[in-house]
């Protein structure tokens, strides 16, 4: 049944119209048998709250920003602003296209301008957001002679070496990213001390990208900075900028490791939106995993869908989650127009990664002055691009996190004209849960930016670089909560602890050795056999689940297809090829608790943050058409991996599981289906992939004696997801229950209960009896 969330009172009805008119067109082209839109809510336009110029601001930087067509700052913008060139660090967490930019380019240039001898650094996840800030930075001060002494400029692993010595020496403004900052710049800081002496502020963009290991990475690679300035005599401000998170305060500090001030009261203006939330209806003929249902495609979904946007002439964006998808949805949407508007066919593309940033300007241009009309892309338009104001963005499959959805989903609102976005549901328990619950998307967010510097297995490689810069003191190691991984690092003749500090040992190099995206261990090499090319690097012990022979691995949205795996050298080789399947390894898990963290009773139930030992093997993997459909199952030989890390745990009494009425021999199935969903689930509240997690359930477990079921961090350590769920578990719960209820199967399908990992071939499972569990155990939280 299609229900209305949200309200239009405040919107103008003319504006609303435009956005519910696109959606009437795309019902009008859906079968009649079929009922796909769960929601619709009419998101109000919202009107801008102004401030004046600061008098602190300089008239120079004011005058430029006018001229680029900034009239009247937003409240937000003037508060953060006005926040960091008081002093405090600050973090302004607001809407796609809200402006952050200016909260710090106010307050830096002013500085630069007024005080010579000041340094400013920016970081960026990716490299296309840091080109296109410097761009827009570049813009500004070549506007104002006064400000030409600014100087901004990139230095990343394409600045040629005779560049690297003028920046050194005398760039003010630096524009990099974290990865180039521990290895270039912090490795080196005596070369840089001049740089360093002067710096007074730091800009972290986009800082919900640092999550999970490379969060906890990138946060201890920021207090290097602060410690390396610190050296000099530098305490610079940090101005954060990031999407719109549960408590980004927090977890700004976190990041960081300093206090840090919120700033969500988002004062820019944007048009009324419609956001309607549609799930393919389950195909008949086509059959997944256990003769399970299986959903129609996104793909064809959203072809249909942006066919029908276009014959409206609504400029359209869709996200599709790889390129082959993209290119798949641009080319099924050209081939649905050309019988109706040849013309129109012609005016669609498809977008990846990779491009030039000529291309992307090109592209930016080409959808701004309507020569292109439609665009399927990758996620590689959610950052670092001017586009804004279109008539209708799709999103195909729920793109992880809330913070991307509104990413992709704010490209879509010209001021004062009403827009359209469709989330369209693909197979998996959260897309479900999303389409049926409009609250969880649209109201406050609870889904958490998680990290963890405390992780050993983080810490560990990090402070041989912090000592290796500077031998650390006794203090700074207590600071940084590594007294017991520097000693164990100690027995092992890696460091030594002298009457001055903590000494690297003279043949240890740390700083090659940690890859900070590449997660933790040794790194296993990508390599294309073909033309010899790198492609990046992956955690050894993930591998054998990512990277086994025959799997489909994507980078960057390119397919690429492993020929082989050889964990003893640490390098897998891949060749380019876009099959028509994707792979899904499949494992078996065995767990063991090594330490209960804290335990809370509640009733019938009791719930515990533990440290595990979890023990898995890869035994095949599945390969699954675009359709949903599962072609067959592959088997594999690969040796086990050990994994210690955190996890999650709730236990149950057979009083609860009788009362639920779950007979015994229901209940390993009630239990597999429930950690199945759980698993799926808990992105809603901390920002992971379903890939980061995993998950054990059992009927009696011998650490416990208790039916049990387990949910943890799928990376040595820990990267903070376990701990998130574990301070989350009733909302987390109640949607897992939720979404295997709202699920019209019968006994269970991808959408709900099945999981693509499973290494039982998803059996048993039981839905009903998962549903009749999760209540039980939602109600005894509660
Ligand atoms: N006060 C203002 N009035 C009018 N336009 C503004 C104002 N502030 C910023 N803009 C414009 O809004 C656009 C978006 O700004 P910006 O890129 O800083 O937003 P953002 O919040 O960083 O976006 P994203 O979420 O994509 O990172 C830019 O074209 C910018 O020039």
Redesign the pocket.
Known sequence: MTTQFGSSDHGDASDLSYGRSLLNRVLVGTPADEDPLKHFADLPARI?Q?AEWPTWASPTVVRAMTE???????AH?IRAASLAAAGHNVVVS?????????AYQLPILTTLQQDPLTTALYLAPTKA?GADQLR?VEELTAAEPELRGVSPVAYDGDTPSEVRQWVRTNARWIFTNPDMLHIGILQSHTRWAHFFRRLRYVVV??CHYYRGVFGSNVALVLRRLRRIAARYGAEPVFIL?S?TTANPAAAAARLIGAPCIGVTDDG?PHGPRTVALWEPPLLEHVKGENGAPVRRSVVSEASRIMADLLVEGARTLTFVRSRRGAELTAMTTARLLTEVDPELAQRIAAYRAGYLPEDRRKLEAALADGSLLGVATTNALE?G??I?GLDAVVVAGFPGTRASFW?QA?RSGRRGQGSLVVLIARDDPLDTYLVNHPEALLSKPVEATVTDPTNPYVLGPQMLCAALELPLTDDEVHEFGAWDVLTELAEQGMIRRRNHGWFVASEVSPHGSVSIRGGIGTAVAIVDGESGRMLGTAEAGRAPGTLHTGAVYIHQGETFVVDDLDLEHAVALVHPEEPAWTTMSREVTDIAIDEVLSEDGYGEVRVSLVRVEVNSQVVGYLRKMLSGQVLDSVDLDMPVQTLHTRAVLYTVTAKLLAAAGIPDDRVPGALHAAEHAAIGLLPLVATCDRGDIGGVSTALHPDTGLPSVFVYDGHQGGAGFADRGHEEILTWLTATRDAIADCECGAGCPSCIQSPKCGNGNHPLDKDGAVRLLSAVVAELG
């Open positions: 801008a102004v680029s067509g900034v009239r009247e700052p937003w913008q607001t809407g796609t296209a809200s402006g952050k930019s200016l957001l827009a963009d986009e900028a999407a820019s950052l691009v001017d804004a990413q704010g």
